[in-house]
Every structure is written in C-alpha cells, then in structure tokens.
C-alpha cells in the first residue's frame, strides 16, 4: 500500500476538522461552525463515510488532506507529512530528495554487471561444468538460461570481487550490494561462492538481488542477497520482470515459492509464474502483484497447507478486494515435478483452485473435533487470524466460519477474540499516536480514469475549460489535476508535485487504456465526474436541509440551501442534456 493510502487509512477526518471547531452529530454527519468562515449558524458539515467535508457557506470542500492544506495553509506534501505523522505513518526515505534514487541506481549497475559475469562462467567457463551439468539434469533449455540469466559463482574467495573492481566499482558499493562480505578480522571475501545463482529482478528489470543454490552439500542450500536499498525479499517476486506482461494480459498470477518453479512453468509456457522465493507469500508481495490484476493463485505444498502462514493468507483478500484462491500440490511434488510430469496435470490444478477460505476447513480437517483438546486447538489456531482483520465484515464472516467448523459458539469466539485483541494492545506502544481507526479506502475509479486519460494524451488539455479541480473529490487527484493544467509539457509535471505522488503519477502514465475514441472517452468520463460531484453536492445539501428543518434553522439559512438546490439540480440537468448528446447517456463506450 502506498503511503498517501496507508495515512488515508489511519486518519479520521471528523478527528482532525474537530481540532478546530466543535462538532455536533447530526444524524449520520456532524455539523460544526465554519473554520474558514465566520458565521454565527453552522453550514460546515462533515461526512464520516465519505471522509470529505462541505461548507455550504463558502461553498467549498474536499477531503482530510484538503482541510489541512486550507486551514495551516500548506501544500500537499506539507499536509501528508503533518497527517503521517500524526497517524504514526513512517514516509519513506525515497519520497525525500533525489540522493537515493542515485544510490539504488549504482546498486543496479552492479548487480547487473555480477549477473552478467555469473552468466558468462555458466556458459562457458571450464569451471562451470559442474554448474551446466546441474541445470541439463534440470531439463532446463539454453533459452531458459539465457532469459533467466542464470549463471554460475566459482568456489573461489574473491573471483566476483577481482573481476568488479577491475571493472570499475569501489568496494564499498560491492558491500552495500551484498555481494561480498566482511569477516570479523575485516577481510571482504565473495558472498556467492559455488553456486547456481538466479538473478532476481524487479518488474521494470533492475537486478535488485540474488537467489543462490548450493552445488554440493553446504549449507544454507539457498542462500539470497541481504537486505539492501534494492533488495527487500520480502517484496520481491522472482520472475516478475518476465511475467508482467502476461499476468496483465491474462488477468491472472500464479503464485509458487521456488526460482525453479517458476522457471519450469516459464519454459513451459506458463508465463504468469511468479515466486515468493521460499516463503510463504507476503502482504508486501501482494501489494506488488496488485498493481496488475486482482486475480491470485497460491500453490501450496499438500503439507503447507494448514501452517499458520498460509492460513494468514486469508486475510490479503482485505488488500486485493477480490477472491484469492490456491491449489493444492499432490503430496511431496512441488511445481516443477507437476508440470515436467505433464503440463496438463498443471493446467488442470489450476482450473480446480480452491477459494483460500478452504484453507481453514484443510487446517481442521487434521483435527477430530470431537475431542475437547482438538476443538480448543482448532480455535487456538484460527481466532488469532481473524484477530488480525481489518476489515470488520470479514471478521464476521470467519468467525461464523469458525463458529460452524468448531462447534464453538460465536459468542464465546468474539469473546476470546476480544481477549486475544485486549493482550495484543499492551503490547503495542505507539497507541497514542496512532490514531486506532484503520478505514476502508474509498477509491475514485473515475477520477483515476480520466487523470490518467489526461496523462497519457496530453492533447486532450484543450478539451478542460469545463472541467474543474473539485470535481476531484481526492485531494491527490485535484493536485495532480491542477498541477497539469498548470504545466507546460507534462513530462515535467512531476517537478511540479511533490515526490510522494511520484509513484501515482507513474501507475496513471502506466495505466491500460483503449487507444480508440479517445476524445469521445475523455468528454464521457470528464461528464461522470461532473454528474458524481453534482449529485454529491446533491446529497448533502438535501441532508442540510432535512436538518436545518428538523433543528428550526434560520429562514436565511433555508433559503440559501434550497436556491443551492436549485441550483444543482438545473446543473445536473445540463450534465444529461450533455450526456444525450455525445451518446453516452444510455450505454457509452465501454471504460
Ligand atoms: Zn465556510
């Protein structure tokens, strides 16, 4: 998740408007008077479920983001940073100033010019006999090779480092990269030594890392990069460089946890196989697959199947909002073993996956639930999942799942659920901070849509006299909406912004859109973000207005909000005079 999002989750809009001004609930909105305005009758509302707030007095709102900016009178950045902080949210070093991204690029060059040396000896040096034997026995083929570029590490103490300082690099750039090491007595000797060694890239192809096999008996068997500015295997997916491209177009990633899994499936023509590399998989690599489709498969090893990892697992549904699903491998074979047997039996796996849910009835269906011990131990093992939700609905639903697997009664669940949540918050030191609330983010496809319409075609700018900044109900998108009509050429429009929408600007420039009809597409969507801000505004004011009459507001007050109304709703009408007009009222181009 990304930052903007993460602090978004965190704060509580009616928590931050009531530091300055008081605020009164008023059915399901609260009402206070204006901070940006004196009056003597409150017209400032704030609306919890949407998180946005409108002042029917100066006519203005938006969100938490854009409350802070007007009131301290900051910008975007100034305002993420102040609500971060207040959330307890940590914003990464890399939305600071330019130094980083210079250093990971040095940390690219040179993994990048590692792998190619390891590539080299794998192809041919005498010494990577033993190496190239090891993958022909593997049924692997020299285009495998090449495009994973495997390679080989000689069982020498300083050949990587010989050959990278020849080259050119310091030594204190091998060491941040991980690729050699230094010994108690201060000696830098190669991390890598006699091993099969698997690139790992990132999605747009830096070589972030290193995966390593062992060719004899040493241990560890596998042996991965450290943690380094580029390489965090927690986030990483092996594979993902040369698998993109496939799981956006077949709307589909499978999820393995070998390298030679994923190579197998590759060679195979199963070209959405990523790998969690060893590991059961993370949030963080979730979060990364996201980014190209909603739909996941897990493949568990048959045994793997009820560890308490993989049961967690359940719980990334919260992040993806869509169905994960796994399958389960036949008893002691990994992927590898499943596909190279014959690839229909793979194909066949993965038409049959299983909701993840199932992965709770697996982790039962050990147990004899009619013995008091196993019953206890299945609710041992399960309630400490669900605790972890975030997502209140959800929590619900496995609880009832629980609740039917065990016998145990939700109400004797939700209780020692609330014990095991009790126990958890002593633990926890940065409550005061933190603010406790973690919300649902309410995203704007449109807004999304349009911006990156916008983005991707800048001729379009011609086309916005009509469109306006608060028709963007998400600060981040009016920003960025802003900043672009103010530029000159939008490849500088994010030297215009602040770094921490850097990352938003590039998946909105990345974003898959049709490449037809694009000006028809542009005045469609521009239509429904103005008819959402208007019935919006609708929706609030006729809210106003119910409470102005309920708690005897003045007349002054009435009127203003039913002439407002007026208003509106002349103006919506012209939105569907506009919509018949281009056609898109009744069905429109397919987004
Ligand atoms: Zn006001």
Same mark, same amino acid.
């Given at each position: 998740?990304?930052?903007?999002?993460?602090?978004?989750?965190?704060?509580?809009?009616?928590?931050?408007?009531?530091?300055?001004?008081?605020?009164?609930?008023?059915?399901?909105?609260?009402?206070?008077?204006?901070?940006?305005?004196?009056?003597?009758?409150?017209?400032?509302?704030?609306?919890?479920?949407?998180?946005?707030?409108?002042?029917?007095?100066?006519?203005?709102?938006?969100?938490?983001?854009?409350?802070?900016?007007?009131?301290?009178?900051?910008?975007?950045?100034?305002?993420?940073?102040?609500?971060?902080?207040?959330?307890?949210?940590?914003?990464?070093?890399?939305?600071?100033?330019?130094?980083?991204?210079?250093?990971?690029?040095?940390?690219?060059?040179?993994?990048?010019?590692?792998?190619?040396?390891?590539?080299?000896?794998?192809?041919?040096?005498?010494?990577?006999?033993?190496?190239?034997?090891?993958?022909?026995?593997?049924?692997?083929?020299?285009?495998?090779?090449?495009?994973?570029?495997?390679?080989?590490?000689?069982?020498?103490?300083?050949?990587?480092?010989?050959?990278?300082?020849?080259?050119?690099?310091?030594?204190?750039?091998?060491?941040?990269?991980?690729?050699?090491?230094?010994?108690?007595?201060?000696?830098?000797?190669?991390?890598?030594?006699?091993?099969?060694?698997?690139?790992?890239?990132?999605?747009?192809?830096?070589?972030?890392?290193?995966?390593?096999?062992?060719?004899?008996?040493?241990?560890?068997?596998?042996?991965?990069?450290?943690?380094?500015?580029?390489?965090d295997k927690s986030r990483s997916l092996y594979g993902i460089n040369l698998?993109?491209?496939?799981?956006?177009?077949?709307?589909?990633?499978?999820?393995?946890?070998?390298?030679?899994?994923?190579?197998?499936?590759?060679?195979?023509?199963?070209?959405?196989?990523?790998?969690?590399?060893?590991?059961?998989?993370?949030?963080?690599?979730?979060?990364?697959?996201?980014?190209?489709?909603?739909?996941?498969?897990?493949?568990?090893?048959?045994?793997?199947?009820?560890?308490?990892?993989?049961?967690?697992?359940?719980?990334?549904?919260?992040?993806?909002?869509?169905?994960?699903?796994?399958?389960?491998?036949?008893?002691?074979?990994?992927?590898?073993?499943?596909?190279?047997?014959?690839?229909?039996?793979?194909?066949?796996?993965?038409?049959?996956?299983?909701?993840?849910?199932?992965?709770?009835?697996?982790?039962?269906?050990?147990?004899?639930?009619?013995?008091?011990?196993?019953?206890?131990?299945?609710?041992?093992?399960?309630?400490?999942?669900?605790?972890?939700?975030? *997502? @209140?609905?959800?929590?619900?639903?496995?609880?009832?799942?629980?609740? !039917? /697997?065990?016998?145990?009664?939700?109400?004797? &669940? =939700?209780?020692?659920?609330?014990?095991?949540?009790?126990?958890?918050?002593?633990?926890?030191?940065?409550?005061?901070?933190?603010?406790?609330?973690?919300?649902?983010?309410?995203?704007?496809?449109?807004?999304?849509?349009c911006l990156a319409l916008l983005l991707q075609h800048p001729e379009l700018?011609?086309?916005?006299?009509?469109?306006?900044?608060?028709?963007?109900?998400?600060?981040?998108?009016?920003?960025?909406?802003?900043?672009?009509?103010?530029?000159?050429?939008?490849?500088?429009?994010?030297?215009?912004?602040?770094?921490?929408?850097?990352?938003?600007?590039?998946?909105?420039?990345?974003?898959?859109?049709? *490449? @037809?009809?694009?000006?028809?597409?542009?005045?469609?969507?521009?239509? !429904? /973000?103005?008819?959402?801000?208007?019935?919006? &505004? =609708?929706?609030?004011?006729?809210?106003?207005?119910?409470?102005?009459?309920?708690?005897?507001?003045?007349?002054?007050?009435?009127?203003?909000?039913?002439?407002?109304?007026?208003?509106?709703?002349?103006?919506?009408?012209?939105?569907?005079?506009?919509?018949?007009?281009?056609?898109?009222?009744?069905?429109?181009?397919e987004k």
């Open positions: 998740m990304g930052v903007i999002d993460e602090v978004k989750q965190r704060t509580d809009i009616v928590e931050v408007v009531s530091q300055h001004t008081t605020l009164t609930k008023a059915g399901r909105t609260f009402k206070g008077l204006c901070p940006f305005h004196t009056e003597k009758h409150p017209s400032f509302f704030v609306y919890p479920e949407q998180q946005s707030w409108h002042c029917f007095g100066c006519n203005t709102g938006g969100d938490t983001f854009s409350f802070v900016m007007k009131k301290q009178n900051i910008d975007f950045g100034e305002a993420l940073r102040l609500l971060a902080q207040r959330a307890g949210v940590t914003i990464p070093s890399r939305f600071e100033p330019q130094a980083e991204e210079k250093e990971k690029e040095r940390l690219y060059q040179v993994n990048e010019a590692a792998a190619q040396y390891f590539h080299d000896l794998l192809l041919s040096s005498p010494a990577g006999k033993k190496a190239r034997d090891y993958v022909a026995s593997r049924g692997l083929s020299l285009e495998t090779i090449t495009n994973f570029q495997l390679g080989f590490s000689p069982n020498k103490w300083e050949a990587l480092k010989q050959h990278l300082l020849e080259i050119g690099y310091a030594e204190s750039v091998l060491l941040e990269a991980g690729l050699i090491v230094e010994t108690e007595e201060g000696k830098k000797h190669d991390r890598f030594r006699n091993r099969l060694m698997f690139p790992i890239h990132d999605i747009r192809g830096h070589t972030i890392g290193f995966g390593a096999r062992a060719l004899d008996d040493s241990l560890p068997k596998y042996l991965n990069s450290p943690q380094t500015p580029t390489f698998a993109a491209q496939a799981i956006r177009q077949q709307e589909l990633a499978v999820i393995v946890e070998g390298y030679t899994d994923v190579i197998t499936a590759h060679q195979n023509g199963f070209d959405n196989v990523v790998a969690s590399m060893g590991t059961a998989v993370t949030e963080k690599q979730v979060i990364t697959l996201k980014r190209l489709t909603k739909n996941m498969v897990l493949s568990l090893d048959a045994d793997a199947a009820g560890e308490e990892a993989m049961l967690r697992c359940v719980d990334y549904e919260n992040i993806l909002d869509a169905e994960l699903k796994v399958i389960i491998l036949p008893k002691d074979k990994d992927p590898d073993d499943v596909i190279k047997e014959d690839t229909k039996n793979w194909q066949h796996l993965l038409e049959e996956a299983l909701p993840v849910e199932k992965t709770f009835d697996m982790a039962v269906a050990k147990l004899d639930l009619s013995t008091v011990r196993d019953k206890s131990l299945a609710v041992e093992r399960l309630l400490p999942i669900v605790a972890d939700f975030k *997502d @209140t609905i959800r929590r619900d639903h496995y609880l009832n799942k629980i609740a !039917r /697997l065990t016998g145990v009664s939700y109400q004797r &669940l =939700e209780s020692v659920l609330s014990g095991i949540k009790s126990g958890r918050r002593v633990r926890e030191p940065r409550q005061e901070v933190a603010a406790p609330v973690v919300r649902p983010i309410l995203a704007e496809p449109i807004e999304e849509y700018k011609a086309q916005c006299p009509g469109l306006l900044p608060e028709y963007f109900a998400d600060t981040q998108n009016r920003e960025i909406f802003v900043a672009y009509m103010k530029v000159k050429d939008v490849k500088s429009i994010k030297k215009a912004l602040d770094s921490a929408l850097h990352e938003y600007i590039d998946s909105l420039m990345k974003k898959d859109l049709p *490449d @037809t009809q694009i000006e028809k597409r542009f005045v469609e969507c521009s239509l !429904r /973000l103005q008819e959402k801000f208007l019935r919006s &505004l =609708e929706a609030k004011n006729a809210e106003a207005l119910a409470l102005a009459a309920e708690s005897g507001g003045t007349a002054a007050e009435q009127a203003m909000l039913e002439e407002l109304g007026t208003e509106i709703s002349d103006q919506l009408k012209e939105v569907f005079a506009q919509k018949r007009q281009t056609g898109s009222g009744a069905k429109g181009v």
